[in-house]
């Protein structure tokens, strides 16, 4: 790592997290070498082209080659050989047990310890166990090296800004010289930084996750409530979030919390207590709020479209799991339609990121043609061009005049007027 010149970063894996990070260093001036096993990936990122929908980082990328700062390579070998500091950046997906898999990560870092620097530091940001932090180094089998936790925060569509403007850093160091050098790494980024121990860093990592989507499920349970008792839970929860112990944010209740994070991270945390002896009963009843928020939505729609869906077509605006990124995985509105789809409905989907059809579903690539001859209009994901779509129109298309607005988009007042009967998650 000494040496004259621009601080040398490997970044290990280009997903959204990696190549987020890979881009943004680059950006604040550091050498950056991106590796990813993907060979296709590599050479597109090569070409500045990107393969995910994500704001701002196309720029970067592009800034970052055209700079000779940020550079893509196949492999996690090719890049650290010369690094100061290496990222990991590999998925840590659900295993079979609810635990998080932990293969990749030691996978590559008992690829690199024997090339690593004598004074590198390895920097985790995969969200890991508690305790990953020994494992990987074992798994280097580099003594002399730091390894130091540092769990990201980011949010996909707003990863690049969520990366340089961070309401905090978190870095887990057993050595505070190891901690000090990140922070001088991050520089120009302003932020609090919490400096700690590495298993408090991992899990400050879950924990947040755990708690933003204890406050999503929270969210939704006081909507079913709001629609027994007859009150409207977007005005229950604006109530409560001028309240700043409480705060506004991740209180919109929809169609339940999803994405590539929650749903592992939540499972995992309920596994890392219980192999501790902790019966997390909140987080499991989280979950099951969760799961029963999907159903319910399943039911409002097979009663919009007269009592059942079998061989009825049914339109749904929005496929990915929330709005501002193109990514599917663990979609509510995919596990919302496929639902529907056993249940016997035929289902086109209309979403402004997605045009090819998926298994069981046909895609459209205009929002209207969705909507022909529909029973119901269901609408999935938060994308801001629904609320502006001319009603007169989706109405003139439908079979009948049923919308379910999972998000709160649809104006009721205009629905009304188009002739429409709406009904959503927690209005009366
Ligand atoms: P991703 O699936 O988008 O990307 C992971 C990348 O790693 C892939 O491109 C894959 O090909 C590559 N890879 C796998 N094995 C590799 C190896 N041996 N060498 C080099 N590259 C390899 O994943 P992600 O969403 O970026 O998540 C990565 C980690 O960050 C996970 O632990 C996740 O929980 C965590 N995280 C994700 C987010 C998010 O918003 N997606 C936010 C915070 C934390
Ligand atoms: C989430 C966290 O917000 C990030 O801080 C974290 O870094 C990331 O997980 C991770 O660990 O991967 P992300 O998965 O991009 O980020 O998505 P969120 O914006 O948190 O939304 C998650 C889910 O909750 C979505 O399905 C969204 O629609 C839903 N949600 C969110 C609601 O239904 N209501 C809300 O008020 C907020």
């Given at each position: 790592m000494s040496g004259e010149g621009p601080v040398r970063v490997a970044v290990v894996g280009a997903g959204y997290v990696g190549l987020t990070t890979a881009a943004c260093l680059a950006h604040l001036g550091h050498d950056v070498t991106c590796a990813d096993v993907d060979p296709a990936k590599v050479a597109s990122l090569s070409d500045g082209v990107i393969p995910i929908h994500e704001e701002g980082l196309a720029e970067l990328v592009r800034e970052g080659i055209a700079a000779e700062r940020l550079r893509f390579v196949v492999g996690a070998a090719k890049a650290?050989?010369?690094?100061g500091f290496v990222f990991l950046c590999v998925p840590t997906p659900q295993g079979p047990?609810?635990?998080?898999?932990m293969s990749y990560v030691e996978a590559v870092s008992v690829e690199i310890g024997p090339l690593l620097e004598h004074d590198a530091i390895v920097v985790n940001k995969s969200t890991v166990p508690v305790g990953s932090t020994r494992v990987v180094e074992r798994a280097l089998g580099r003594p002399g090296v730091a390894v130091v936790s540092n769990p990201e925060f980011l949010r996909e569509g707003s990863a690049v800004s969520d990366f340089l403007h961070p309401d905090r850093i978190v870095i887990g160091a057993d050595e505070q010289s190891a901690a000090i050098s990140l922070v001088e790494l991050f520089g120009a980024i302003r932020s609090p930084v919490v400096v700690t121990d590495p298993p408090t860093a991992e899990t400050i990592k879950y924990a947040s996750n755990a708690f933003l989507a204890t406050k999503v499920s929270f969210a939704n349970a006081i909507a079913n409530v709001c629609e027994a008792v007859g009150a409207n839970v977007r005005e229950v929860v604006l109530g409560m979030g001028y309240d700043r112990r409480i705060g506004?944010?991740?209180l919109r209740p929809g169609p339940g919390w999803g994405g590539s994070c929650f749903p592992k991270d939540s499972a995992a945390l309920v596994r890392i207590a219980e192999d501790a002896g902790y019966d997390f009963g909140l987080l499991k009843g989280v979950i099951e709020v969760n799961t029963r928020q999907q159903e319910a939505v399943v039911a409002k729609v097979v009663e919009a479209a007269g009592g059942s869906v079998t061989g009825k077509r049914v339109a749904a605006w929005g496929l990915t799991f929330k709005a501002g990124t193109d990514d599917l995985r663990d979609s509510p509105a995919l596990a919302v339609i496929g639902r529907l789809v056993a249940a016997g409905a035929e289902v086109t989907a209309y979403d402004p990121t997605r045009r090819d059809p998926l298994p069981g579903l046909s895609v459209s690539s205009d929002p209207y043609d969705a909507c022909e001859d529909a029973s119901a209009l269901v609408v999935l994901t938060e994308w801001d061009e629904f609320r502006w779509l001319d009603l007169g129109v989706v109405r003139s298309r439908m079979?009948?005049?049923?919308i379910v607005d999972t998000r709160g988009l649809i104006e009721p007042a205009a629905a009304r007027r188009a002739g429409f009967v709406l009904s959503g998650v927690g209005i009366p």
């Open positions: 650290v050989t010369g690094a047990d609810g635990a998080a898999d506004s944010e991740f079979a009948r005049p049923r």
